[in-house]
Structure formats: structure tokens, C-alpha cells
């Protein structure tokens, strides 16, 4: 039931872009996005729910397609700052209890 | 609003002791949730609270766990008779959700290295 993300890492120039992806072989409910730096706890990026209602910061953009259980993660015109591993939780019956995927480190570099 | 807070946030025991861990969600907050990490691979649900009602517990934890919210505030986390095997990172996350879902916030977490 786990999540699986790609690619599993991924090296880029500030200023690039990138996607993750996630995918799930379960019927979803919501798809979450967090971003872990090294040390630190897991931080909030974007929530996308059945029925394309998305909540999250205003620089992340992300997709959700129903039909195959997937969710994409676009982050552009990458920054220094974008650093760390990302993870997709998937929900499946609500209750806001997520099932996290293995991660994506992204690094970014000058 | 101070944030998920986590005491201790390491701890280094011997196999066979027991250990508790201790969670203060942002107040107000009406679901907390325990999830391990373990080094490379993403948080693992463990359980969750709705106020002090334990909704749901992993059917992958053992009975060694065992967790705690009374009055709907602060929670506990004990492990008995701790295994190697239980080195991770216990992470404590907390939400107010009005719906079924929303943004989850986590503390910093408790280190657990069982010798």
C-alpha cells in the first residue's frame, strides 16, 4: 500500500525544474506533500483531494489524476532553499492518516 | 502558537527497558498522530487521536506499544521491553481538522537507539 515516488533522487541547477511523481495501486481519497530537511521534521507543502480541490503554499504547484492514482509535484525555477527530500503521503479512507511514500532527495545546487 | 513540542528528543537505552515518550500538539488541535521514521525511508503510521479517543492503531505495531491522550491534550508514547529493532525516530504530528482533512504538523521528534 505504500506509495512509490520518482525518481528517487535528483541533482539540479538553481533556476531548473523538476517533477515528482507518485504513485498509488489504491483508490485514493487525498494525496499530501511534505518536504524533509536533513534533522529537521517534515513540513507542509500541499494537500490535493478527489475532486480537484487543492490546498497548500502559494510557489508549489502539484497535480492529481483520479483515474491513476497518481499525483505529480512540480517545483520550477528551483532555489537553494528547495533542498530535501520530498514525500507524498497518500490517504485512502479519511481521517487525515497517511500512508508515506520512500522519498525523493532532491539537492540543489549553484 | 509554539508548535509541536517532543521530550526527550534523544534517547539511548538497553535492550529490555522501557521507554515513554512525551507529545504537546498546538493547543487546540483535536487529531494527534505518532508515525517512525527510520533512517532513508518515510514516516510509518502508528496511531492517531480525535481529542482523547484513540481512533485507529497500526496492525503492524506490537503490543509493546502502547500510546496515551488523556483529557484530549498532551500524549504519551510507552515502548516495553524495547528491541534493537525499535531504533528510530518517533515523530508526533498534530491537525485541526474541521473536515476529514488537512495540514499536519510535526514536531521535532525523539530519537530512540536501543543498545
Known amino acids: 500500500q505504500q506509495p512509490v515516488q520518482s525518481p528517487q533522487a535528483v541533482i539540479l541547477r538553481e533556476g531548473e525544474d523538476a517533477v515528482i511523481n507518485c504513485s498509488s495501486s489504491?483508490?485514493?481519497?487525498?494525496v499530501h506533500w511534505y518536504r524533509q530537511k536533513h534533522g529537521e521534521a517534515p513540513v507542509f507543502l500541499m494537500i490535493l483531494l478527489k475532486g480537484g480541490e487543492q490546498k497548500g503554499h502559494e510557489k508549489i504547484s502539484a497535480s492529481f489524476n483520479e483515474k491513476k492514482q497518481q499525483s505529480s509535484l512540480y517545483l520550477t525555477a528551483s532555489q537553494l532553499s528547495y533542498s530535501g527530500t520530498y514525500f507524498c503521503?497518500?490517504?485512502f479512507g479519511g481521517g487525515n492518516k497517511l500512508t508515506f511514500g520512500t522519498g525523493t532527495q532532491l539537492k540543489v545546487e549553484l | 502558537d509554539t508548535g509541536v513540542s517532543q521530550d526527550p528528543r534523544h534517547k539511548i537505552t538497553k535492550r529490555g527497558q522501557n521507554v515513554t515518550f512525551r507529545c504537546d500538539p498546538i493547543s487546540e488541535h483535536n487529531r494527534l498522530y505518532w508515525y517512525r521514521q527510520t533512517l532513508g525511508q518515510g514516516p510509518e503510521f502508528l496511531t492517531y487521536f480525535q481529542n482523547e479517543a484513540q481512533l485507529e492503531k497500526s496492525r503492524l505495531l506490537s503490543d509493546r506499544f502502547s500510546a496515551e491522550r488523556p483529557k484530549g491534550s498532551f500524549s504519551t508514547l510507552e515502548i516495553q521491553r524495547t528491541e534493537q529493532g525499535d531504533s528510530a525516530m518517533y515523530l508526533c504530528?498534530?491537525?485541526?481538522?474541521?473536515?476529514?482533512?488537512?495540514?499536519?504538523?510535526f514536531g521535532e521528534g525523539s530519537r530512540l537507539t536501543v543498545l
Open positions: 503521503g497518500t490517504e
Open positions: 504530528a498534530s491537525s485541526h481538522v474541521l473536515g476529514e482533512t488537512g495540514e499536519l504538523f
Open positions: 489504491k483508490a485514493l481519497y487525498s
